[in-house]
């Protein structure tokens, strides 16, 4: 799974708001969505990493996702929340170490 499940959540839930077009909160998940969320500081509260790796309780995309986010903005994704299959997509490759998809030789 890892990111390559991730990118399916992404592409499902996220793009709406974060592509290249709209880019919500400065975030553009189009491009490479990995570069865009791993070690990156949020721009909205540079105080707040988007992604941990290993850490899931240190990351804002899963505050957001999860609810807990506190007074950092709304939860995501807006106008619905993510089941809690994809919610677990997420947590578990930030918790593995957030590494990019594996490609075939």
Same mark, same amino acid.
Request: with cysteine.
């Given at each position: ?20 077009? =709209? ?16 070690? =990156? ?23 957001? =996702? ?27 490759? =930030? ?11």
């Amino acid at each position: 799974q890892g990111f390559c499940a991730v990118q399916q959540v992404i592409q499902g839930k996220c793009l709406q708001c974060h592509s290249t077009a =709209v880019k919500q909160g400065g975030l553009d998940l189009q491009k490479d969505a990995h570069a865009a969320l791993v070690n =990156v500081k949020s721009s909205q509260w540079p105080a707040e990493m988007r992604v941990v790796p290993g850490h899931p309780e240190s990351s804002l995309l899963i505050a957001k =996702v999860t609810g807990k986010q506190g007074g950092l903005g709304v939860s995501m994704p807006q106008g619905g929340a993510l089941s809690s299959e994809e919610v677990a997509v997420l947590v578990d490759w =930030v918790q593995s170490g957030a590494a990019t998809c594996a490609r075939a030789p």
